[in-house]
């Protein structure tokens, strides 16, 4: 009878638990998993977006900044957003302020100078931090991947190209532009798959 009892408890204390469990507490376990597909984000509206939506499809994860010298590549983003949107392929922004402050705003800001300035239609998702013991989950397992070169983010507008199946195929830091032909050679090679 003591079992059952101490049964009954640790079995409703972990549904209770499980049930108040928080996004960070999720995305922990997610970046054991190693999984993309296993992340919950919030998008720049505060809403809950699951990874696992964008299964079957080729992503650029990129952080960026309204005040860089990288800037100007939201309209690169923008451009091949555009030229492989109808053909299974997603951008996934995240808005930082991890390198010299250069994403001061809030995310409405953010949102409003996206598409005042670069016309903007790709997803856009809450301010993260890439850097440091609270950096995001989801970038803790992009930075750690086995197929590309590991380490810290290095500046805004650093890219990490995700296959259909969710797997880090590519890593392109900043300087390298969106609209290159390193950058639309990969993604079309994933379209292809």
Request: contains cysteine; hydrophobic residues 35%.
């Amino acid at each position: 009878m003591r079992y059952i009892k101490l049964f009954l408890i640790t079995l409703f204390t972990f549904i209770f638990i499980g049930n108040s469990f928080s996004l960070n507490q999720i995305n922990k376990e997610a970046t054991m998993s190693g999984g993309i597909y296993d992340f919950i984000v919030k998008d720049i509206d505060g809403k809950n977006i699951k990874l696992s939506d964008f299964k079957g499809k080729v992503l650029l994860i990129v952080n960026v900044a309204s005040r860089c010298g990288y800037t100007p590549q939201y309209e690169g983003l923008q451009k091949i957003y555009d030229q492989y949107k109808d053909k299974g392929f997603e951008i996934l922004a995240f808005p930082c302020n991890d390198f010299k402050g250069q994403e001061p705003g809030t995310n409405q800001e953010i949102k409003e100078f996206c598409s005042a300035n670069y016309g903007v239609t790709f997803k856009l998702f809450d301010k993260i931090k890439v850097l440091g013991d609270d950096k995001m989950p989801l970038y803790e397992t992009l930075i750690n991947s086995e197929s590309v070169e590991k380490g810290d983010v290095k500046w805004n507008f650093e890219k990490f190209l995700i296959s259909k199946d969710g797997k880090v195929e590519a890593r392109f830091r900043s300087k390298v532009k969106p609209e290159s032909e390193e950058v639309t050679s990969a993604i079309e090679k994933l379209l292809a798959k």
